[in-house]
C-alpha cells in the first residue's frame, strides 16, 4: 500500500481547509468502502481527512415537519430512528437492506452516498476500466455485466450506482448539503449522482474538496405511505438486482400523488418520472401500476445477460405499489 497521512479534522471548516492544496487528499468516512478501495489499489490518497467524528451526527426536527440528518450519522442509527420508521419508512428499510449490521454500525451518511460502483473490473487493477482509468475501455459490456446497468448507460461505461438509501432518497426528494472552498450549497439527490456518458470517471457532481454535511428530507403529507423493496441474489449482504422505493398517497381509490426510483438499474438510482406521471390521478389498481412501471422501462437496454433485471424491477414497482395502496 502506498504511504498516506493521516489527519482527524475537528470540524467542516477544518476539513475543508485541510483538503485545499492537497489534490491527492480523500475524506475517510466510516472507511467501509474507501479502506476496501485502498487495499485493492483502486485508489490511493496521499492524506486521508477523517470526518468520521465531526460534529454532525445529529438527525433533527425541522420547522416545516422535515428532517435534517448529518453526514455522519451511520447507516444503523439512522435506521434505528423513530422518526425515519415511521415517517420515512422507505428510507429505513432500505438501510436495513444494505450490507451487514457490523458495516451499518460504521458507514456514514455521506460516505454512503459516495460509495463507488461493484463492478468487477472497476474492482480488479489488472483489468482496463474507464471508470477506475479514463480512456482505456469498458471490458464489461461485452464481459460479465449480469449485475450491471439496462437504463442509461453509455458506451463508455454500463455500471450501476450501488447504494440503497440512495434509491430511497431520491423518492423521498431529499437534499444533499455540501460544504467547499467555495462556500456552501445544497444539491438536490435526483441531481447529485450523473449518468457515465463519455465521463464515467465522474460518478457524482460532488466538486473537488467539497464536503457533505447532510441531508434533508422534506416533510411528508399526511395519509401518505411510503416503502423499499429489493430483489437480490441472496437473502442478506448483496447488492440489489434492482429494486424500487415508492411515496404515494392514495384517495378514495384514485392515486393523488406518486413518487418512485430504481435501484439497480442504472449509474445512479433512477427516479421514475414517467411512471408517476401515469400514476397520478389514474386508479389505484395493479393495471395502474403496471402501466406505470411498463412506461418507464420502455426506455431500457438490457445488455446481453442481464434482461431479466426489466421483468424484476417491473414486478418490484407493481408488489410495492399495490402493497401501499393497500394501507389507505
Ligand atoms: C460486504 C459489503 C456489502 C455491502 N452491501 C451493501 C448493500 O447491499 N447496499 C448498500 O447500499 N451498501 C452496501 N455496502 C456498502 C456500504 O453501505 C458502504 O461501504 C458505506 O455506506 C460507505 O460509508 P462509509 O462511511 O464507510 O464511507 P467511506 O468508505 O468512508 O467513504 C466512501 C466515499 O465517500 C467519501 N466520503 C465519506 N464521507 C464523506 C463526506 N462527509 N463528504 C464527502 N465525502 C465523503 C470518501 O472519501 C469515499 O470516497 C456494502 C459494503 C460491504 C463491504
Ligand atoms: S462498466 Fe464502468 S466500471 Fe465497469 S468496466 Fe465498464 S467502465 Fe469500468
Given amino acids: 500500500m502506498k504511504p498516506f497521512a493521516y489527519f482527524r479534522a475537528e470540524s467542516a471548516e477544518?476539513?475543508?481547509?485541510?483538503?485545499?492544496?492537497?489534490?491527492g487528499a480523500q475524506y475517510l468516512g466510516g472507511g467501509t468502502n474507501l479502506v476496501d478501495l485502498m487495499k485493492l489499489g483502486v485508489t490511493a490518497p496521499d492524506l486521508l481527512i477523517d470526518v468520521s467524528r465531526l460534529p454532525l451526527?445529529?438527525?433533527d426536527e425541522m420547522p416545516d415537519g422535515g428532517l435534517h440528518i448529518g453526514a455522519t450519522v451511520r447507516n444503523s442509527d439512522l435506521a434505528a430512528h423513530p422518526a425515519v420508521r415511521t415517517r420515512y419508512a422507505a428510507l429505513s428499510?432500505?438501510?436495513?437492506?444494505?450490507?451487514?449490521?457490523?458495516?451499518?454500525?460504521?458507514?456514514?451518511?455521506?460516505?454512503?452516498?459516495?460509495?463507488?460502483?461493484r463492478c468487477t473490473y472497476f474492482q480488479d487493477i489488472s483489468k482496463p476500466c474507464n471508470k477506475r482509468a479514463p480512456?482505456?475501455?469498458?471490458?464489461?459490456?461485452?464481459?460479465?455485466?449480469?449485475?450491471?446497468?439496462?437504463?442509461?448507460?453509455?458506451?463508455?461505461?454500463?455500471?450501476?450506482?450501488?447504494?440503497?438509501?440512495?434509491?430511497?432518497?431520491?423518492a423521498l426528494d431529499a437534499a444533499v448539503h455540501l460544504h467547499g472552498p467555495q462556500?456552501?450549497?445544497?444539491?438536490?439527490?435526483?441531481?447529485?449522482?450523473?449518468?457515465?456518458?463519455?465521463?464515467?470517471?465522474?460518478d457524482t457532481v460532488i466538486r473537488s474538496g467539497e464536503l457533505i454535511t447532510g441531508v434533508s428530507l422534506p416533510p411528508v403529507l399526511p395519509g401518505t405511505h411510503c416503502g423499499y423493496r429489493k430483489a437480490r441474489d441472496r437473502a442478506s449482504y448483496a447488492f440489489?438486482?434492482?429494486?424500487?422505493?415508492?411515496?404515494?398517497?392514495?384517495?378514495?381509490?384514485?392515486?393523488?400523488?406518486?413518487?418512485?426510483?430504481?435501484?439497480?438499474l442504472a449509474h445512479r438510482p433512477w427516479r421514475a418520472r414517467a411512471a408517476e406521471q401515469v400514476?397520478?390521478?389514474?386508479?389505484?389498481?395493479?393495471?395502474?401500476?403496471?402501466r406505470a412501471a411498463d412506461a418507464e422501462l420502455a426506455a431500457a437496454e438490457p445488455l446481453r445477460d442481464n434482461a431479466f433485471k426489466v421483468p424484476l424491477?417491473?414486478?418490484?414497482?407493481?408488489?410495492?405499489?399495490?402493497?401501499?395502496a393497500s394501507r389507505t
Fill in 279 to 290: 400514476l397520478r390521478g389514474a386508479p389505484a389498481t395493479e393495471e395502474t401500476y403496471a
Fill in 183 to 202: 462556500g456552501a450549497r445544497t444539491v438536490a439527490v435526483t441531481d447529485f449522482h450523473r449518468l457515465p456518458g463519455d465521463r464515467p470517471d465522474q
Fill in 57 to 59: 451526527n445529529g438527525i
Fill in 135 to 170: 480512456g482505456t475501455g469498458c471490458p464489461a459490456r461485452e464481459g460479465v455485466h449480469r449485475d450491471l446497468a439496462v437504463l442509461g448507460h453509455s458506451a463508455d461505461c454500463v455500471a450501476t450506482h450501488p447504494s440503497d438509501m440512495a434509491v430511497a432518497l431520491a
Fill in 14 to 23: 477544518e476539513a475543508v481547509g485541510a483538503f485545499a492544496g492537497h489534490p
Fill in 93 to 117: 428499510q432500505a438501510l436495513l437492506s444494505g450490507a451487514s449490521g457490523q458495516l451499518r454500525n460504521t458507514a456514514t451518511t455521506g460516505g454512503n452516498l459516495l460509495q463507488r460502483t
Fill in 240 to 264: 440489489a438486482l434492482a429494486s424500487v422505493a415508492a411515496v404515494v398517497r392514495v384517495e378514495g381509490g384514485v392515486v393523488r400523488d406518486a413518487a418512485l426510483s430504481f435501484g439497480g
Fill in 313 to 324: 424491477a417491473r414486478n418490484l414497482a407493481v408488489s410495492v405499489l399495490a402493497d401501499l
